[in-house]
């Protein structure tokens, strides 16, 4: 069964540098998304992503991040200048239409 | 605003026994409804919908769902509890727009299901 893949499952970095987190959606889905979710937190919108652009985004989504498919697989979220607040559990996900699949996430912490 | 709510943090249920998982809605327009679950270590994964048609939707694993849109629920729900449905249940809503965009999901909190042998 396809299923969306993300690496790192565990990303360390410190205070003010950059990370990128890294997606392989289901191959014939044309939307991507990014979730995060802060420990004890609820799940929260970050980005979507169809036809090379952004969709929607939240309030949480600042010049901070950004997000990119640099190739016909991959799909990435950048995050510039990490902060403490960071650290969190990010989802990739990706659908067809209505249901959206999710990957098993990277665990960010930013110390 | 859209927002989940569900009520419980925990559940407790003797497998065998059937388990209902609670869910509140509040969104603008016609609902989409989902329920997720999440295993230790793996991500979140799809269980049913709720889109159109049949309030009663089912879904994997045996569970299945009750739309009520007068009182704005979805629960969850399965006949007969198994320990390996000891999980943590998300659900999620997003509104109808078909237009492409608004497509984002909004979470409840989730549910803590522990089912006892």
Known sequence: EPEVTQTPS???????????????????HLYFYWYRQILGQKVEFLVSFYNNEISEKSEIFDDQFSVERPDGSNFTLKI??????????????SSAWEVQYFGAGTRLSVL | ??????????????????????????????????????????????LLKYITGDN?????????????????SFHLKKP?????????YFCAVRTGDTAGNNRKLIWGLGTSLAVNP
Request: hydrophobic residues 35%; negative net charge; glycine residues 6%.
């Open chain 2, 56 to 72: 009663l939707v089912k879904g994997s694993y045996g569970f299945e769902a009750e739309f009520n849109k007068s009182q704005t």
């Open chain 1, 10 to 28: 565990h990303q360390v970095t410190q205070m003010g540098q950059e990370v990128i987190l890294r997606c392989v959606p289901i191959s014939n």
């Open chain 2, 80 to 88: 007969s509890a198994l320990v390996s449905d000891s999980a943590l």
């Open chain 1, 80 to 93: 510039r200048s990490t902060k403490l607040e960071d650290s969190a559990m990010y989802f990739c996900a």
């Open chain 2, 1 to 46: 605003a859209q927002s989940v709510a569900q009520p419980e943090d925990q559940v407790n249920v003797a497998e065998g026994n059937p388990l209902t998982v609670k869910c509140t809605y509040s969104v603008s327009g016609n609902p989409y409804l989902f329920w997720y679950v999440q295993y230790p270590n793996r991500g979140l994964q799809f």
